[in-house]
């Protein structure tokens, strides 16, 4: 009797470490949904178990983009334009913080869900699609993110997700963009009874100008999206607003996509975020070590962004948490996700009152930098 309970409990015990393992899969017979460098596409995933195995998340990956064919050219040889090298296991901290945690005492809303975490390898927020491959010092490389992310969608419903009852699309960064412009798309490919929400973190990036005055990110996003050919793969109410003009390219910014997006829609952002600070304000330094004039141009932007950020702000349905800590990306941080707070709240209990319509704040907005000491 002892050796059975003995053998039982090192099965539940070695089950609970496997359970918790996200394994790679790759999509079969890709056809034109392609990585830079022309290999399969894929994702990890953890199955959910007890109430939450027909609820998922899908986590878009982020990592910035390659902004011209060179670039592209140099990403396709690492873990952002290729699947060879990726590992048969998720590395330990993909999936096991904050929003992706499967512990009930971290995550007690979501531990027990499906969670996906899709890999990025197309350096355009899965948007591009041009059907030739192209050509870069004699190297075929492949600008097809909008073929990726469906052959992800199509495999994760013949894998189960095909009878989801509730699905949050969220992402980190690049990932976060492509949360907020690939919405509503990804909702039209979802059975019509799912409850479908959006979850970006750190992906509403502005048309700001930098500490000279120069609106540099704007020929940075229009060279990308002209490049990868993105005017598919965005959001087609924002094309479509467009129309006619030479502005399609703000459907690749997501204060532009913002208006048209109908799905659910819950913002996850700083006000003070370090990423635009640094590539958009091209500020060189943070606080507390700037200068005065420094700290003008740190202000200017935080104007900016509220400003920018007004329909996230004064939405009467969608949900914000707006902090102003000197962070990029948050949901997958326990600290971030759990920790931080603004009007007493964190972003966790946030999102929860909004997706569970909860009595309590479910749009909230922080006071200006530094104000918040639970940064």
Known sequence: MFLIAYGLALSFFLCIIECRDANLVLVENPREALCLDGSPPGYYIRKGFGSGVNKWILHLQGGGWCYDKDDCLKWSKTDLGSSKNWPQKAPYTYLNSGLLSYLKTKNPDFYEWNVVHVQYCDGASYSGYVE??????????????????????????????????????????????????????????????????????????????????????????????????????????????????????????????????SSPTFTLHSLTDTWQLENIVELDCLPPSCTATQMKEFYKFTKEFKVAAAPVISSSTNGAFLNSCLKHCQSMSSYGWNGRLVKGQTAAATFSNWYFKKEGLKNVVDCPYPCNKSC
């Not at 469906?150 to 495999?155: G, H, K, L």
């Not at 969220?170 to 799912?194: E, I, M, N």
């Open 132 to 261: 030739s491959p192209v050509q870069v010092s004699g190297t075929s490389i492949y600008f097809r993110g909008i073929k990726i992310l469906e052959a992800i969608i199509q495999s994760l419903k013949d894998g189960g997700m095909n009878s989801a009852e509730e699905v949050i699309l969220t992402g980190c960064s690049a990932g976060g963009l492509a949360a907020f412009l690939h919405a509503d798309r990804v909702k039209s490919l979802l059975p019509r009874s799912v409850k479908y929400r959006v979850l970006p973190d750190a992906g509403y990036f502005i048309d700001a100008p930098n500490v000279d005055g120069d609106m540099h990110i704007r020929s940075v996003y229009t060279n990308l999206f002209n490049m990868q050919n993105c005017s598919g793969g965005v959001d087609q109410d924002c094309i479509a607003a467009y129309s006619g003009s030479n502005d399609a390219w703000k459907c690749f910014m997501a204060q532009y996509t913002y208006p048209y997006i």
